[in-house]
């Protein structure tokens, strides 16, 4: 007697063709393959290691006013309503994944250790004074009365209550679970090539010789965007790696809390954050170096991390480092990410989001997604299209290899 055929209530059977492929499995990508799933499109995602590259050697911040910087004003709006949406946005994924992110939204307090660094955080200030940002000026006695553990040498602050953080490796453990909810297909395998016919991307040849393909191919890759073979000069503005060195330190748990907020501080010149987890991590970095695709940590860069994290929390010196890595993160011309329809019909980009990835994951998740289902891109996403540079791609085509 033949067994009963067993059903997944509710299952979405994987078609042999999705309507979109999402190329790269970071934050953005597994993100942007969550919301197009749960808008009704059949996906999949393809990337060999998801969550492996910048998106696991991330701090976590989501730091749209102490990152803002003069002439990026209109990337700060981005940031600050990506910002705006995380709390909604971890509060959907830890319903359907049923495992925590990591949010929290305990602000963050930028200091300052001479009278050069104090300038600096001085114009700070008034830059978000400027553009109506919420955050208070401290003198350093009452940057102390925040954080007990602060350096003496601390001459002044400013408390960024809507600047928070986020554990970024728990955020790509509940996309991943959240993918799972929505049947996405993950090809844990390279993309080869770019599949390109008649001037159209329609689909990726991976490297085991598999060809899948699909209406629309997003590309978010990160770093790797631009270097696809197949991708056709011109189509995107390149997208270069810029190296970040992290390291990662365990607080006992006779210590648990060490630092009750997330600490930026510049020491003599040197740019340094503190970012403390819950179950007993303090995040410290990071470096930016234009150093190509180099990810060996240094001795000079750990040195220089730790002596300014030294400088503004001296007790650190008693904790162990458990953890160094570098990172490459993707950096556009501009340093603002390309977001949208590319110049080659059928591919579009969530890429070249350089220091804000993390931040900008639920703002570019939304916006590809309606740009995915409806051809548009929404209003508070628009500015960032890739064609921007006035890039125009050569007359490319090649047929594509058959399944």
């Known amino acids: 007697m033949e067994a009963p055929e067993t059903t997944i209530p509710h299952a979405r059977p994987a078609p042999a063709r999705p309507d979109a492929i999402v190329v790269g499995g970071g934050l953005i990508g597994l993100a942007v393959a969550w919301r197009a799933a749960q808008r009704g499109l059949h996906v999949a995602l393809v990337d060999p290691e998801p969550g492996s590259g910048a998106s696991h050697a991330a701090a976590g911040m989501l730091a749209p006013a102490t990152e803002a910087h003069y002439g990026e004003e209109r990337l700060l709006r981005l940031n600050l309503a990506s910002a705006r949406r995380y709390p909604d946005f971890v509060a959907e994924l830890e319903g359907v994944s049923g495992t925590p992110a990591g949010y929290t939204a305990r602000g963050t307090l930028a200091v300052a250790f001479d009278s050069g660094d104090r300038a600096v955080l001085a114009d700070l200030a008034a830059f978000h004074q400027r553009l109506g940002l919420d955050s208070e000026p401290l003198s350093g006695r009452e940057c102390r009365s925040l954080e007990p553990l602060l350096s003496p040498d601390v001459q002044s602050g400013l408390h960024v209550r809507g600047d928070h953080q986020i554990d970024n490796r728990m955020l790509v453990a509940a996309l991943l679970t959240a993918l799972t909810r929505e049947h996405v297909t993950v090809h844990r395998e390279r993309v080869a090539e ?51 060195q992290i390291l990662r330190l365990s607080v006992p748990a006779s210590a648990v809390p060490f630092l009750g907020r997330a600490v930026r501080g510049v020491v003599r010149g040197r740019q340094v954050y503190l970012v403390p987890r819950e179950h007993g991590e303090l995040v410290v970095g990071a470096t930016v170096e234009e150093q190509g695709f180099d990810t060996q940590v240094t001795a000079g860069g750990v040195y220089e991390l730790l002596r300014a994290a030294h400088g503004l929390v001296p007790d650190i010196g008693e904790l162990p480092l458990t953890e160094v890595r570098a990172g490459l993160r993707p950096g556009s011309p501009d340093n603002a990410p390309l977001l949208g329809p590319t110049a080659l019909p059928g591919l579009v980009a969530a890429t070249g989001h350089f220091r804000n990835g993390v931040l900008l994951t639920p703002i570019t998740a939304d916006a590809i997604a309606e740009c995915l289902v409806s051809g548009q891109m929404p209003e508070d996403a628009q500015g960032f299209e890739p064609q921007r540079f006035g890039n125009e791609p050569r007359r490319f085509s090649k047929k594509a290899a058959l399944a």
């Open 194 to 244: 770019l599949l390109v016919e008649h001037d159209v991307a329609i689909g990726v040849r991976l490297a085991d010789g598999r060809t899948l393909h699909a209406d629309r191919v997003v590309l978010a890759a990160g770093c790797q965007s631009t270097s696809i073979p197949g991708l056709p000069p011109g189509a995107l503005p390149p997208i270069r790696p810029v190296k970040g």
